[in-house]
């Protein structure tokens, strides 16, 4: 899990809902998310609820305690393989099961057991319930990676109609949240830095959230000025490939037919753009006595390139003879 999800995580710790109908949605939450039944002895019935962090499983433990005075039993168990060390258990018993389960609004009408399904529709009427609801989920099943590196927020849910009312959920508030299948999962996931800024708001992470927009908005001013210097590579590529172009065209016709025979404005300009191959045609204009505008100059450099075009096309009608004799006056 990414340092900053551990961060998001510790900011929900603190997170309050208005009233007991808020406490009511994160346990559906945290029941239909991570709640598995479970036999006990005499086969009675049961849940335990499931976490990696020892912070969540706190969380659980306080809201059983202070919505139902229920104390669950917490086990904690040592992991062999790779991932967190510790895995947390909070094993609910007997009527300890029924009394949860009620208050979630997870029984049947026949007193039995639904953890599958889609979250109660009395759980989530109110905002407040939504937004309690989608924080309980993230605390069982959600990771968020850093913005630095990639924007993503997932909830991992054992279930398809639960995976579609969370997307509902999001959508009251405008989140645009898409689902996949990973092996027997579904996968909710946003990808977008402003849904993701938005959903942390929504959960109560509203420190996370800040962080998110002060990243989004370091990395747009550095897109802006990494396009701003594309561009002004791009420009001065074009320009010093022209120059070194026209240069090349007026050297060519130089040593053909010399510098003396092109009318004198031409070769005014013939020289200035031999000795300064890579400045724009404005600054060369510049150096022109008078000086001329950036149009005048370039109008006067596609007289020189065609001038050297005609006399490179006539040398190969004549077999590459030299080819001497003055190309004309010069109208800029």
């Not at 706190?58 to 104390?71: A, F, N, Q, S």
């Not at 007997?94 to 057991?113: C, D, F, H, V, W």
């Not at 990771?143 to 009251?172: C, D, F, W």
């Not at 596609?302 to 001497?324: C, F, I, P």
Request: overall charge positive; aromatic content about 4%; proline content about 4%.
């Amino acid at each position: 899990m990414s340092t900053f999800s551990l961060r998001v995580r510790q900011e929900l710790y603190h997170a309050r809902g208005r009233g007991g109908c808020c406490a009511r949605a994160e346990l559906t939450a945290v029941m239909m998310c991570a709640g598995s039944l479970s036999v006990g002895e005499g086969g009675r019935l049961g849940v335990v609820v499931r976490t990696d962090s020892a912070g969540t499983a706190r969380r659980v433990y306080r809201l059983l305690e202070e919505r139902l005075g229920i104390k669950p039993e917490l086990r904690v168990a040592k992991r062999a393989r790779l991932g967190p060390r510790h895995s947390f258990e909070l094993r609910l018993d007997g009527e300890q099961t029924r009394r949860t389960l009620g208050e979630a609004m997870l029984l049947a009408k026949t007193g039995s057991p639904v953890l599958g399904g889609a979250p109660p529709e009395k759980v989530v009427s109110r905002d407040c319930c939504r937004r309690a609801f989608l924080r309980g989920a993230f605390l069982m099943c959600g990771t968020v990676l850093s913005p630095e590196k990639q924007y993503h927020l997932e909830l991992v849910l054992p279930g398809a109609k639960l995976a579609a009312g969370v997307i509902r959920m999001m959508g009251n508030y405008r989140l645009r949240a898409k689902i996949t299948a990973r092996k027997r999962w579904f996968v909710v996931y946003l990808k977008e830095s402003e849904s993701i800024a938005d959903c942390l708001s929504v959960m109560g992470a509203h420190e996370a959230r800040l962080e998110v927009e002060n990243v989004r908005i370091v990395k747009g001013l550095r897109n802006d000025v990494n396009r701003a210097v594309n561009f002004e590579t791009a420009n001065l590529n074009k320009t010093v490939d022209a120059g070194g172009r026209q240069a090349e065209s007026i050297e060519y016709l130089i040593s053909r037919i010399g510098a003396d025979v092109l009318p004198e404005k031409l070769r005014e300009l013939a020289e200035l753009r031999v000795k300064n191959r890579e400045i724009t045609l404005a600054e060369l204009g510049e150096l022109l006595d008078p000086p001329m505008g950036k149009s005048g100059v370039n109008h006067r450099l596609r007289r020189l390139e065609a001038m050297a075009d005609s006399l490179r096309k006539t040398e190969a009608a004549q077999g590459g003879e030299d080819v001497h004799g003055p190309q004309g006056s010069d109208h800029p």
